[in-house]
């Protein structure tokens, strides 16, 4: 039997969801010097006509998880910058068209919540 030819619907997506870090972040004084958990989704959208290459894949999940640890290395402020430049590391790839990043410290709240960021950038034409 054949398998039948197949058509892209939209572009295709690699994602991360839901990878705990403890990482330095924060600008408040108990957040100096300290770190806390933060839980990363982050969802890439590849460009049109973007697909793997015999075993290698167009875009890795893998890709995702290094620029989080890059970017996590020191302390950062604000989620926001991180945010930032967690979707800037991984738009610098010719083959990412979208960044999807959500980031949530985990514990500020004491159980009464999670507070974070969501950002969406995409590569400017």
Same mark, same amino acid.
Do not use: C, W
């Given at each position: 039997? %054949? $398998?039948?030819?197949?058509? /892209?619907?939209?572009?295709?997506?690699?994602?991360?969801?839901?990878?705990?870090? %403890? =990482?330095?972040?924060? =600008?408040? $004084? !108990?957040?100096?010097?300290?770190?806390?958990?933060?839980?990363? %989704?982050?969802?890439?959208?590849? @460009?049109?006509?973007?697909?793997?290459? @015999?075993?290698?894949?167009? *875009?890795?999940?893998?890709? =995702?998880?290094?620029?989080?640890? $890059?970017? %996590?290395?020191?302390? !950062?402020?604000?989620?926001?910058?991180?945010?930032?430049?967690?979707?800037?590391?991984?738009?610098?790839? !010719?083959?990412? /068209?979208? $960044?999807?990043? *959500?980031?949530?410290?985990?514990? =500020?709240?004491?159980?009464?919540?999670?507070?974070?960021?969501?950002?969406?950038?995409?590569?400017?034409?």
């Amino acid at each position: 039997m %054949t $398998a039948p030819r197949l058509r /892209a619907v939209g572009g295709d997506r690699v994602f991360v969801r839901d990878l705990v870090r %403890t =990482i330095g972040v924060g =600008i408040l $004084a !108990s957040e100096r010097g300290v770190t806390q958990r933060v839980r990363f %989704t982050v969802t890439l959208d590849l @460009g049109e006509g973007i697909a793997p290459e @015999g075993d290698e894949p167009a *875009v890795s999940y893998v890709d =995702i998880v290094e620029a989080i640890d $890059a970017e %996590t290395a020191g302390h !950062s402020p604000l989620l926001e910058q991180l945010a930032e430049r967690v979707a800037g590391r991984l738009l610098a790839n !010719s083959r990412v /068209a979208r $960044a999807d990043v *959500v980031i949530e410290k985990l514990d =500020i709240l004491k159980g009464e919540g999670i507070l974070g960021v969501h950002m969406v950038r995409e590569r400017a034409a």
